[in-house]
């Protein structure tokens, strides 16, 4: 039996987008960074971090991440590394991020 929500968003980084980024930018340390991101903005209990296999984007100097939600395939966001996951702010459905 999966401990997953199924209402639960996942935030899949693909792993290789990691082993490929210049080793100044940390890349084995960004899933952790984008957690702490993610909580920062209210968003802990509602996204799960976690690593995933080649997604086939594989941008120069950016790691791509595959979002999931309710079980379905969403989108691919490139992220900058250096951004600690920001960017996935504006894709995700956040307490802190959503309009009043």
Same mark, same amino acid.
């Given at each position: #039996?999966?401990?997953?929500?199924? *209402?639960?968003?996942?935030?899949?980084? /693909?792993? *290789?987008? $990691? #082993?490929?980024?210049?080793?100044?930018?940390? =890349?084995?340390?960004?899933? *952790?960074?984008?957690?702490?991101?993610?909580?920062?903005?209210?968003?802990?209990?509602? %996204? *799960?971090?976690? !690593?995933?296999? /080649?997604? =086939?984007? /594989?941008?120069? =100097?950016?790691? &791509? %991440?595959?979002?999931?939600?309710?079980?379905?395939? &969403?989108? %691919?966001?490139?992220?900058?590394?250096?951004?600690?996951?920001?960017? !996935? $702010?504006?894709? $995700?459905? /956040?307490? &802190? &991020?959503?309009?009043?």
């Amino acid at each position: #039996m999966s401990d997953e929500n199924p *209402r639960e968003t996942r935030a899949q980084v /693909c792993h *290789r987008c $990691l #082993m490929r980024l210049d080793t100044s930018a940390g =890349g084995v340390e960004l899933p *952790r960074r984008i957690r702490d991101t993610l909580a920062g903005q209210g968003c802990a209990g509602h %996204v *799960r971090v976690s !690593l995933t296999g /080649c997604l =086939g984007w /594989c941008p120069v =100097g950016r790691v &791509s %991440v595959l979002l999931v939600t309710e079980g379905e395939v &969403s989108e %691919v966001v490139l992220i900058d590394p250096a951004r600690d996951g920001a960017e !996935l $702010l504006a894709h $995700l459905p /956040c307490p &802190s &991020s959503e309009a009043p």
